[in-house]
T-cell receptor
Framework: SAVISQKPSRDICQRGTSLTIQCQVD?????MFWYRQQPGQSLTLIAT?????????ESGFVIDKFPISRPNLTFSTLTVSNMSPEDSSIYLC????????????FGSGTRLTVV | DQQVKQNSPSLSVQEGRISILNCDYT??????FLWYKKYPAEGPTFLIS?????DKNEDGRFTVFLNKSAKHLSLHIVPSQPGDSAVYFC??????????????FGKGTHLIIQP
């Protein structure tokens, strides 16, 4: 199944700044998904990124705060903009597994702390 | 409104015995259900999935049972091993009625395997 390289693995950022998270997949995929896991909470879908079109955002998430790029079929970035302590979370990207049982593969996550 | 619910935050099971993790859902549009295992500081690892047209799927020590009328699924791990200690997430897809879809997650159950 697909393998995802996600970076950075963690970062500590000052409030008001932005962080860009990158995900590289070892195969071409149509859709890439971005999730957030706030402390003690479940994973929540932020947006779906298709190559060549605007990302589709879930309720409660907006492009100005979480701009996404999808320049090709193996790569995507998520930027967390104008950060506040409430943005401290684990951010993960995900793609369809591509083989075997239906499912999705996740990156290892980016643990973001905003101070 | 939580569409996927895992009502047990934690579960303790003796090594070698059966672990049963439960999940309930409310959205009848879901067409696939998945289980993930997550260690701290790692992304979720796919375990097993089941289509809504089936009632059982088995893969090695893992079996998932689906009861559509009750909107309930469970993951059975037999026999339980120390390495199974992790947080287990139930997830569902298809709420938008087709196509590659993001996942809706439950809040997770922390499984602890006692030696």
């Amino acid at each position: 199944s697909a393998v995802i390289s996600q970076k950075p693995s963690r970062d500590i950022c000052q409030r008001g700044t932005s962080l860009t998270i990158q995900c590289q997949v070892d195969s071409q995929v149509t859709m890439m998904f971005w999730y957030r896991q706030q402390p003690g909470q479940s994973l929540t879908l932020i947006a779906t990124a298709n190559q060549g079109s605007e990302a589709t955002y879930e309720s409660g998430f907006v492009i100005d705060k979480f701009p996404i790029s999808r320049p090709n079929l193996t790569f995507s970035t998520l930027t967390v903009s104008n950060m506040s302590p409430e943005d401290s979370s684990i951010y993960l990207c995900s793609v369809e597994r591509g083989t075997g049982n239906y499912g999705y593969t996740f990156g290892s996550g980016t643990r973001l702390t905003v101070v | 409104d939580q569409q996927v619910k895992q009502n047990s935050p934690s579960l303790s099971v003796q090594e070698g015995r059966i672990s049963i993790l439960n999940c309930d859902y409310t959205n009848s549009m879901f067409d696939y259900f998945l289980w993930y295992k997550k260690y701290p500081a790692e992304g979720p690892t796919f375990l097993i999935s089941i289509s809504s047209i089936k009632d059982k799927n088995e893969d090695g020590r893992f079996t998932v049972f689906l009861n559509k009328s009750a909107k309930h699924l469970s993951l059975h791990i037999v026999p339980s091993q120390p390495g199974d200690s992790a947080v287990y997430f139930c997830a569902a897809s298809g709420s938008r009625g087709g196509g590659a879809d993001g996942l809706t997650f439950g809040k997770g159950t922390h499984l602890i395997i006692q030696p």
